[in-house]
């Protein structure tokens, strides 16, 4: 059992460049999750898709786009990368169903460190 | 101000000490609570789950949840060097679809 699935691990860019982060998990989670995590600033929500098909913006969205792909996958793409994108990126995703006490805890990926040059 | 709030540390201790990790939150609405620990250069991993007020204890961990003074804890007996990591704790109302984290506190405990 996997869990989920992060690739690449790390990633190295040139201003300008573009790329598509990718997650896979094997959990039949319904919902997927991407934060990037930067020192003194914790995990900040990038974009979320709460069930396939759908996709919502988090905390940090601009400059950022996402696809879910199918229940498994959620890719998130950044089209001119920035050195400001320069972060570790985390994919997660749990079993929410609203309104059961289900466990709503997450389960993360091993992170994508990129640099942006 | 941030829904939750953490103190990011970093916190030294001597093995064999006991710890405790505290957040404070906002939103009278969160019902369910979690704990993180987060190694260098790996993913968070759950370490503790409670639903509403009162204690939860997992080996040498317990978890406390004080919903009138929106105050939660992590204590860690008998610490030893491998619980050093970084700790987030995390958050989610009832009907809620995502977490709220906070930022983490690092913890090394030292030989």
């Known amino acids: 059992n996997a869990g989920v699935t992060q690739t690449p691990k790390f990633q190295v860019l040139k201003t300008g460049q573009s790329m598509t982060l990718q997650c896979a998990q094997d959990?039949?989670?319904?919902?997927m999750y991407w934060y990037r995590q930067d020192p003194g600033m914790g995990l900040r929500l990038i974009y979320y898709?709460?069930?396939?098909?759908?996709?919502d913006k988090g905390e940090v969205p601009n400059g950022y786009n996402v696809s879910r792909l199918n229940k498994r996958e959620f890719s998130l793409r950044l089209e001119s990368a920035a050195p400001s994108q320069t972060s570790v990126y985390f994919c997660?995703?749990?079993?929410?169903?609203?309104?059961?006490?289900?466990?709503?805890?997450?389960?993360f990926g091993s992170g994508t460190r990129l640099t942006v040059v | 101000q941030k829904e939750v709030e953490q103190d990011p540390g970093p916190l030294s201790v001597p093995e064999g000490a006991i710890v405790s990790l505290n957040c404070t939150y906002s939103?009278?609405?969160?019902?369910?609570f979690m704990w993180y620990r987060q190694y260098s250069r790996k993913g968070p991993e759950l370490l503790m789950y409670?639903?509403?007020?009162g204690n939860k204890e997992d080996g040498r961990f317990t978890a406390q949840v004080d919903k009138s003074s929106k105050y939660i804890s992590l204590f860690i007996r008998d610490s030893q060097p491998s619980d050093s990591a970084t700790y987030l704790c995390?958050?989610?109302?009832?009907?809620?679809?995502?977490?709220?984290f906070g930022t983490g506190t690092q913890l090394k405990v030292e030989l």
């Open positions: 409670t639903y509403s007020s």
């Open positions: 997660a995703s749990s079993d929410l169903r609203t309104g059961v006490r289900s466990n709503y805890g997450y389960t």
């Open positions: 995390a958050m989610i109302t009832g009907g809620g679809n995502k977490l709220t």
């Open positions: 959990m039949n989670h319904n919902s």
């Open positions: 939103n009278s609405a969160f019902q369910y």
């Open positions: 898709s709460a069930s396939e098909g759908t996709t």
